[in-house]
C-alpha cells in the first residue's frame, strides 16, 4: 500500500506518479488480480502519466479535474496504429483504469482530493452487433485455406478448429497446456480466463482429431531442439508463444473475405450458430465465460435480425398477398 508522505504541517508531500503507478501495480497484485489485468492496468496508464509529464503533472498533488478531463479529449481524437479512433469500448477501458488508479491514490489518502468520480465513461450503443460472423459457407472455405501437408499448416488448421469449436480467447489459447485437452470426456479446460477465472468447455469431435494428430506429430517436429514446455501452441523459432504470434500465423488465412475478420471472429461465428441453433442463452454464457449475461444477448439480438429476413422473405403479406 502506497502510504501518505505528511510533512511537519500535516501537508502532504510529493509523491510522483510515477511511483505511485508502481505501489499501484504492486497493489493489484497483492489483490490477486491476474497478470493479464495488471499487464493491461499498466499498458493503459503508462500513456496517460507520459501525457501528464508533457504538460507539467509530474506529482499526485498536481492531479486535477482539468488534467484528466484534457486527457480524455486527447484520445477521443487519437488516430490508433490502424489509422483511425478507437472504439467507445476501447476508450472506456481507459478510463476505467484511470479511475481504479484514482480510486487506490484516494483510498491510500495521498490524493488531496477527489477525482475518481469527475471521470464519465462514454454511452456505448445498446444495440452494437458483431459484424464479423462467418456464414458456413465461409467457416468452410477459412479452414480448406491452411495446407495440412506442412508443420505450421496443421497447427494453424487445429488453431482455428479449437478456436471454433470453443469459444475460447486468443489469450485463453495461448495459456492452453498439453493437459488441458481432456479427449477422453471430450472437454478443455481454460485456465486464468478472464477475471483470472478457470473453466471446462466442451468440445466437438473435429476438432479433438485435429488435436491429437497435432499432439502426436506435428507438436513433436516443432519441439526439436526447443527447451521442454507444456505449452499447446509451438513457434517455429520462440520459445513461449504470445497472442501476436497466434496473429500474425492466422493474419494470412483472412485475408479475401468481404468482411473484416480476426481470431476473434470465430468467438462470436459460435456463439451465434449455437444461438441460432437453440441453444439456451444461459449455457451460451458458460461456455464464453461471459461474467453478464447482458453481454451473450447482443448474439441473440442477431439471430433476431436473421428472423426478421426470413420473415420478411416468407410472410404471405410481405409478398403482396
Known amino acids: 500500500m502506497l502510504a501518505p508522505a505528511r510533512g511537519t504541517n500535516g501537508a502532504i508531500n510529493m509523491v510522483f506518479l510515477t511511483e505511485a503507478l508502481s505501489n499501484f501495480l504492486a497493489h493489484l497484485q497483492l489483490r490477486n488480480y491476474s497478470l493479464r489485468t495488471i499487464s493491461e492496468s499498466a499498458k493503459m496508464l503508462k500513456p496517460y502519466l507520459r501525457y501528464l509529464a508533457e504538460t507539467g503533472v509530474l506529482s499526485v498533488n498536481q492531479l486535477t479535474k482539468e488534467a484528466n478531463a ?3 479529449r486527447d484520445q477521443f481524437y487519437f488516430i490508433n496504429q490502424y489509422g483511425r479512433q478507437n472504439t467507445i469500448k476501447v476508450r472506456n477501458n481507459q478510463i476505467m483504469a484511470i479511475k481504479m488508479f484514482l480510486r487506490y491514490l484516494e483510498h491510500a489518502e495521498v490524493l488531496p482530493v477527489k477525482l475518481s468520480e469527475e471521470l464519465v465513461y462514454y454511452k456505448e450503443p445498446t444495440s452494437q452487433l458483431p459484424k464479423d460472423i462467418l456464414s458456413k459457407q465461409e467457416l468452410l472455405r477459412l479452414f480448406k485455406k491452411p495446407d495440412l501437408a506442412t508443420l505450421t ?12 469449436a470453443t469459444g475460447m480467447r486468443r489469450f485463453e489459447l495461448v495459456n492452453l497446456q498439453v493437459g488441458d485437452i481432456r479427449f477422453d470426456d471430450q472437454l478443455v479446460f ?5 477475471g483470472a477465472k478457470d473453466r471446462f468447455v466442451p468440445v466437438n469431435q473435429t476438432a479433438l ?8 506429430h506435428v507438436r513433436p517436429a516443432l519441439m526439436k531442439s526447443k527447451p521442454k514446455s507444456n505449452q499447446f501452441l509451438v513457434a517455429e523459432r520462440s520459445p513461449v508463444v504470445t497472442v501476436n504470434y497466434v496473429n500474425d500465423w492466422l493474419s494470412g488465412y483472412f485475408t479475401g473475405f468481404k468482411k473484416r475478420i480476426t481470431p476473434h471472429s470465430l468467438r462470436h461465428t459460435l456463439a451465434t450458430h449455437l444461438i441460432q441453433k437453440g441453444m439456451p442463452l444461459r449455457h451460451v454464457q458458460e461456455l464464453l465465460g461471459h461474467e453478464r449475461l447482458n453481454t451473450t444477448i447482443r448474439y441473440l439480438q442477431l439471430s433476431i435480425k436473421d428472423l426478421q429476413l426470413e420473415y420478411r422473405k416468407c410472410h404471405p403479406r410481405e409478398r403482396g398477398v
Do not use: C, M, N, P
Not at 190 to 194: A, D, L, N, S
Not at 209 to 216: I, M, R, V
Open 153 to 164: 499448416g496443421y497447427r494453424d488448421r487445429t488453431i482455428l478448429e479449437i478456436l471454433y
Open 209 to 216: 482429431s485435429f488435436a491429437a494428430h497435432y499432439l502426436s
Open 190 to 194: 481454460i485456465r486464468q480466463g478472464k
Open 70 to 72: 484534457a486527457y480524455v
